[in-house]
């Protein structure tokens, strides 16, 4: 059984515009168009768009904080709205741009809160938070108010706090905005470690590509509120045309520009001095090697192709839904 | 996150940790209200010089309207049925009960609203009226230590005042004092929620602020109004329950069964009021917008 099972959920949201002075005209505008999802027990789950495509409303949809207009839900098995009590008992949240720390209190004292507002037995409580303590490096600010932390030590404490009831399914909504690279890395550890070692399931929004990169098999990316592509990020790359890439200095340019199987040329830099080739059906070692009987190679490099350039592709479209089935995780 | 979850630890899943439906999930739901409650009172705690400076206004203020009701009283000594110790008592304990049961300022969950924060709280295993609840008795109790006592403590010195002469208005003055912070928490939850709907709340804080001060008792005992108009008020509308009836229990204006009675209105009016809080929340939620990405 999937732990999360979304199927066509739309979200409606009523604006008014401005219509002339006094007039205002109501216009139904929706946030998420049908969205299909089914994530399975110890996924890892980007989940990416523009700013405004509605990632940050599914997500509200599926922790039962919104009801939507339309569609089905189930999350570990519960309606989100109806039964948002007892769901909330089984997923933890992160939302990176809000608190759900007590700003007046120590974390410590905020943790001692929600073991009780969670109910969780003090054995298994005080397990976790050693853990997360470990982990996280929570001790150099463990007593002091949430108020006066950081933003890099605040996010640690939310990871923690929403980690403390032990959850089935983390839902972390940008939680790597606004941090410095040291933060960003221990965060990211932190989640790649609960990704590594257990059934936990993981859904991510996040602007920042490289989290997705680092931590998610499966991207889910939507746009005006449909999704544009659900697959691994290797299928998006082959979607897109991006490959690896090899890079070859040669001490001196060919006469011609070499052909090698598997490896068109895609540039020639420096007046022949510098060739690139993108890597479609053969690897780096081939292209290397046959470089090596055609020229005297002075430098090689590989470059990995860049997510970020080929979601911004998929950005600009803002077409109907592309599912692609084909490269849909497992 | 088997390590976060599952046993070798000693950590037994979350399904596993919610008890049955037996006498002892009721003990459970105490010890999180406690808990909420504990918090919410350190939470206060933690802002001692607003602590000393809202006491001592409300000593200032206690002489100042203190002067003015004994003014009133005269030569002759009473006034609407008080006598000069029982409006001594009046002032003081009603100066004293000011911010336990807390009438203005209080725009947490507006806040809250208005930023989207509100989301976390819907978030939690406990239902919001609930955990807001359990908080602000935490600040009440918080608020009885050190914004009840420096008045009551004060007023003695300066003034002669009643002190209750039958044990039975004790409990009932705690009870009454107890729904009284219940019912105003109720009244400002409302206040607050209609911040889902209006998104600036400033308009129904106004109107409460107008109405709590001057139909609750705080401005002038409620006794200086025709007899019909106060009857109206006490059981028309919730605001005598808040102050009114609390002191005119301490002073002992009436017999113990209307002590009591009175004590029964309070109550009406609490249930009331928690359950329309439940009610507006449950409307709430079903068209929440949470603002902010």
Redesign the interface.
Known sequence: MSVIEARYLRKE?TVRVKAGRLRRVKRTVAAVDGVDLLVERGEMLGYIGP?GAGK?TTL?ML?????PTSGEVRVCGLRP?PE???L????G?V?G????L????PLR?SF??L???????A??HA??LR?CRDLLDLDGFLDT?VRQLSLGQRMRGELTAA?L????VLFLDEPTIGLDVVSKQAVRGFLGE?GR????TLVLTTHDLADIERLCRRLVVIDHGRVVHDGTIAALHDRYGSRRLVVADLDAALPEPPELPGAPLRGVEADGHRLVFALESTGAAEVVAALAGLATLRDISIVEPDIEEVVARLYGRGEGPLVDASGAAP | MAWLRKEGNGVGSVTATVAPPTASNVILWFRTFGAIAGSGFRRYATYRQAAVAGAVTNTVFGFLRCYLLLAVAGAAGSVAGYDRAQLATFVWAGQGLLAVILFWGWTDLADRIRTGEVASDLLRPVHPVTSYLATDLGRAGWAGVSRLLPPVLVGPLFFDVHLPARWQTVPLFVASVLLAVVLSFGCRYLVNATAYWLEDVRGPQILWTLASGAFAGLYFPLPFLPDALYLALQFGTPFPSLLQIPLDVLVERDSTATQVGLVAVQAGWTVAALALCRLVQRRAERRLVVQGG
């Not at chain 1, 073991?115 to 037995?121: I, L, T």
């Open positions: 949201f700013n940050s509200k922790t039962g904080v919104l009801t709205v948002r009590t007892r909330a008992l089984r997923i949240v939302f741009q809000r608190s759900q007590w700003w007046d209190l004292d001692d809160l073991r009780h507002v969670y109910r969780v037995p054995d298994a397990a976790r853990r108010p980690l009831h032990g959850p089935e609960l070692v257990g059934d936990t």
